[in-house]
Structures are given as structure tokens and as C-alpha cells.
């Protein structure tokens, strides 16, 4: 009979007990080129001072921003590997993907140019030249959008890079940039990045303007269902302000100002297919 009382009692004060409040902190996993840019340090305050909401930003490598919302520690994603993307809303960790900007990759390496880039139009080509000639590559080799994209250039190439020429940073993009620089190396860097760190290296834009080497970001919402403490409302907030007319607006003129051109093109509304 006590037993049965303190059953009861137990589901009475659990059926009064206030519902759990909403979360005021949205955790944004994105991938370190957007933090490294600057871009996040002039959006974020503006939505925060919008919603009342606070942001909690994570930079890795898409690979690990999309791992760490699959996982739940994440509130909405902002990345850029379609592919690794597409394979996550379709195994239902990701929702309503959605296309937020884009900006492009670039082949840099130092003006001695040993490998003789300069001139060259495709990016395969430029990494056979650069295996040919043995001249050092420093690859993030960490999972991200970035590494992702380089590893499908070497394919094209039809090429396994390895060392001692190539060498993995295991870091983001502005950490790798600074090692390519140090060692006097080729990389590939997404355009955003790389004119952000344009006052503390050397590197040239050596090869540039490639299809392969377009460079698509997206924003996709976490399901809830990836964790007990997703904020899917806080997510979906921060989705909707990352499409919005006047965040758009912003993000096509971000940069202007500082390196005489815009550092990503907003396209909001539009597809894949559009890119294709």
C-alpha cells in the first residue's frame, strides 16, 4: 500500500511540475572559415540584440560541426560540403537544408612558384604539378568542407598525394594558411579566409576561377530527435536569420569596405541544381 501511495504522489507532483523553459542559447556548429572571416562577428550581435537569444559558436571542420550536431551538442549547422550534407539530412540527423552563400576555393602557394601554377585554369592540373614537381602541399586533413574538396580535386587528379611533400595540418584554415606560409607551401583555401589573412602571409592566389573550385555554404536546422537538449526552436530562429532580406543584404557586402570586394555572395532561395 506505501508503495503504491508514493507512486501516486510521484505522478501527481510530476504532472504539476512546471514545463522545462525554453533555452536562451543557441549553439551554432559551423565550420572555421566563417568564423575566421569575420563574418560571424558582425551577424551574431545583430541577431542576439534581435532575438534576446545568445550564441554559442563551435568552429571545426564541417565534418566535425555536422558529427557534433548528429550528436545532438548542436543547435543548427552552417557548413560546406553539400555531399557530406545531403548524406545527413537523408539519414534524418539534419533538416531543411537550405542555401545561405557561396565563395570559392583557391590554389595559393609562395611567388617563387616552383611548381609552376601560375597561368594554369584547372585545379587537377595545378595538383598534378605540384606532385610532379614534389613541392611541398599542406592539406587541413581534418574533415572539413575545405579538406573534403581538396581530397575530390586529388581524385580528379587521379592521385593519392602522400609524404614527404604533403603534409596534414590536422587545423582549421587560418592555422594551415600560417603553416603554408612558414614552409614556403601550396594549399587550398576558401577565398574568404584567405583575404582575411592577406596582412600575415605571402601566399598568391596562383590558381583561381575553376568550377570545381566553387565553394557553397548551406544552413540546416538539428532535429530534435539527435538529443535531449537541441534548442530546435533557437535553431530555426537562427536559420530563418541567416536567410533573411537584411542578413543577405549584409552578408553581399561584408568586406567590401576592408579588402575592396565582397568576401561571400548571399543566394538565398536558390538550389543546387543552380550551381551545377
Keep these: 500500500m506505501l508503495r503504491r501511495l508514493l507512486l501516486i504522489l510521484g505522478l501527481l507532483l510530476g504532472a504539476s511540475a512546471p514545463a522545462a523553459a525554453p533555452s536562451s542559447v543557441v549553439i551554432l556548429s559551423t565550420t572555421t572559415s566563417t568564423q575566421d572571416s569575420g563574418l560571424l562577428d558582425v551577424l551574431v550581435p545583430v541577431f542576439e540584440k534581435r532575438t ?9 571542420g564541417t565534418g566535425q560541426a555536422l558529427a557534433l550536431a548528429a550528436r545532438g551538442e548542436a543547435d543548427v549547422t552552417l557548413a560546406h560540403a553539400p555531399a557530406l550534407e545531403k548524406k545527413y539530412v537523408a539519414d534524418g540527423k539534419m533538416l531543411n537544408r537550405r542555401l545561405v552563400m557561396y565563395n ?3 590554389v595559393l602557394g609562395p611567388g617563387a612558384d616552383p611548381a609552376g601554377l601560375r597561368g594554369e585554369k584547372k585545379a587537377a592540373e595545378a595538383l598534378r604539378r605540384i606532385a610532379a614537381a614534389g613541392a611541398r602541399f599542406v592539406s587541413r586533413g581534418d574533415r572539413s568542407g575545405t579538406h573534403t574538396r581538396e581530397l575530390a580535386l586529388w581524385k580528379a587528379a587521379g592521385l593519392t598525394p602522400a609524404p614527404p611533400w604533403y603534409i596534414e595540418s590536422g587545423q582549421g584554415m587560418g592555422a594551415t594558411l600560417g603553416i603554408a606560409d612558414d614552409r614556403r607551401a601550396y594549399t587550398l583555401a576558401d577565398r574568404a579566409t584567405y583575404l582575411a ?26 532535429n ?11 535553431g530555426r530562429r537562427f536559420a530563418e536569420f541567416m536567410l533573411a532580406p537584411g542578413t543577405q543584404a549584409v552578408i553581399g557586402t561584408f568586406g567590401v569596405d576592408t579588402y575592396g570586394q565582397a568576401l561571400f555572395v548571399p543566394i538565398a532561395g536558390r538550389t543546387d541544381e543552380e550551381f551545377e
Excluded: C, H, Q
Design 52 to 60: 534576446g537569444l545568445s550564441v554559442k559558436t563551435i568552429a571545426v
Design 104 to 106: 570559392d576555393f583557391v
Design 224 to 234: 530534435a530527435a539527435n538529443g535531449p537538449r537541441v534548442n530546435a526552436a533557437g
Design 197 to 222: 589573412f592577406t596582412r600575415r602571409i605571402a601566399l598568391e592566389v596562383l590558381v583561381e576561377g575553376d568550377s570545381r573550385l566553387l565553394n557553397l555554404y548551406s544552413v540546416m536546422e538539428v
